[in-house]
């Protein structure tokens, strides 16, 4: 897989978790522990989007 097919599976990724914790979070009765747990994987693929985006050199690949 290239990094740019990597980087859109992650990007990917990040909206559907992001739309799973919008949807959570306006239904009262989710369990606080779900809304953590995906904001803590949304937050993970988020820092591997920006680890591969960015790298050890600075640049955006």
Do not use: F, W
Not at 13 to 42: C, F, G, T, W, Y
Request: charged share 35%; no cysteine; proline share 2%.
């Amino acid at each position: 897989m290239t990094i740019q097919a990597h980087l859109a599976e992650l990007e990917r990724r990040h909206r559907a978790l992001e739309n799973e914790l919008a949807e959570a979070m306006v239904h009262p009765s989710m369990d606080d522990l779900k809304i953590a747990e995906l904001k803590r994987r949304k937050l993970l693929v988020k820092d591997e989007i920006m680890r591969l985006q960015y790298g050890g050199s600075g640049s955006i690949h």
